[in-house]
């Protein structure tokens, strides 16, 4: 392999981690924004468990999702300098917005909502949780602005030897993002619904004390599934008709990982839409259906990741579209020794990272709502002595 | 707008150097002041709250780099390449260390994290000495050259200085006797400085590569009005995470 395949292959091996932590952390902030709300609302504890219990997994995957953008983010000036100096007037007008706004109000407000529990006032700490999924939701935004771009690149004109920004709202209602950003929440949602489906299908197959609990998360599940769903193909179909001619003709890479997606996609719908959601009142007892509904929560993952393949694999050899080379992109200077260090350096860690934080998450899931670190009370061990005794 | 923008930029650069300081400065300090179990939850416990929302600094200084001045950003990157591969595996560790060592039961399991946390803050000090001699230099010289090393050094000290002045204000009685805020504003002001020399040196570079006015003034009409909101959330990090005696006595999510 030479410099440019070794640097594409890292920046689709950690843009593929990325995401999969990142398009769980899309689905799971609303659904535990709603739990907060309930909770809030309420004052019931099965609602604050909810909120703690899925809060929990949330940040647990939200901590992997900050170490693998700080990568990618960085990766832009490391291996694609060349990008910046064609078109970083354009495309870096995004990227700024998505660390210097969403990103960064995310981040603060999360860091308040995690350590605020027992010190805001309960109105504020819920105010918090909101901030982080709007924002979270901006910076998904920014970030499908500034590929979209790549793909179809609008609202500059080619100066001299680079891209010069015309129209900033071009690139906010670019063909290329107006499905395809629906598209992705659709399937942060129904990814963040199949994890939830799968926990408590585990919680009940071993016939825990949560009994309640789950049954009520694993329907909720369903749901948000179907509703992510609908939303997911819809908007995936309809990129058919503004995706760029030829896209997924001239490589297999882009093809088979589209026919995947499709063929996982489509089967998921089947299976929600006309098994599940059916019986979704007697699902939590047909003990039977749980270990199937626990194999299944892996596969919407895939699917994300084969998306993103056949969007980005279909983008080749062009960064960016008709104008800019991929191997035009990268950085001059860039030798084997130095990507193949950082190659090996990044996946690595990520990798190894990622495979801990899984297992924390399953762990997380096996222990289930009794005592979950987030939130946890300060007299909380006196609490828990006072139930022993 | 080029010298809004610079001013901007600089804030950004010098308050990730002035905040996220004294965090890197209490990873550092973890096996000196931290030498029991507890004694290190309760230095993780006192910076925890501040972390996320004092890293991101330096997330907006390389969004910014790349919007206002992204004929400079590859130069950085490619100019120091090993280097910034090496510090983002620290800071990567680092963070990964605090999001970890309370997930799981076991004292070997949080003394290999606290360790990642020690090294990785090790790791990002002394590579921001590292960096801001090459910058000073144009990158001409060596990234191992004394003076380097030497500055490296002194970053890491002026962290650990801070990130102590930091325990002892929010956490009284922690090192002896509490510690005014005035105290912390002059230490987070020594942390900056070496960063503000070289920022001070490289305005008149940085003014004249900056974007052309159309990006500039995009970015000024899209991300300005929200400065506000974002020094706004900080100021209510600080209200809400302000030092008590029980500042550590909540069971601490990192």
Redesign the interface.
Known sequence: MDVLDLARLQFGLTGSLHFLFVVLTLGLAPLVAIMHTRWVISGRPQHERMTRFWGQIYVTNYALGIVTGLVMEFQFGLSWSGLSHYAGDVFGAPLAMETLVAFFLESTFLGLWIFGWHRLPKWAHLACIWVVTLTAYASAFFIMVANSFLQNPVGSVVRGDHLELTDFGALLTNKALLFAFPHVIGAGLFTGAFVMIGASAYQLLRRTAEQEFFTSSLRTGVVVAVLGLLVTVGFGYAQFAVVQPGKFEGDTGAALGLGFMILIGDLLMLVVLFLMLPVIYWLPRWRWTHPLLLMMTPLPFLAAVLGWMAREIGRQPWMIWERLSVADAMSPGLTPGMITMSLIGFTAVLGLLAVVDYLLIARAVRRGPAAPALGAHPDADTRAHALTY | MELIWFAFFAVLLAGYFALEGFDLGVGLLLPVLGRTPERRDRMVAGM??????N???L??V???????Y??L??????GL??L??TM??A???R??GL??R???DGAGWRRFWDLMITLGSFGLSFGWGLALYAMATGFSSSLLHPPGLLLGALVTALFAVHGRTFLAWRLPGFLGAPCPGRTLALSALAAATPVLIVLGGSAGYLLGNS??P??LN??SI??LP?AP??LG??V??WR??RPSK?AD?????F
């Open positions: 925890a709250p501040f972390v996320l929302a890293e991101v600094w997330v907006a390389a969004g910014v780099l790349f919007g206002v992204p004929a950003e590859g130069e950085v990157f490619a390449y090993p910034v591969v983002l595996l800071w990567v560790l963070d990964a999001w970890f309370r997930r799981l974007a052309p159309e990006t995009v970015l899209m991300a929200f909101f974002m959330a900080q209510w990090v809400t995470f029980s006595q909540l069971p601490s999510f």
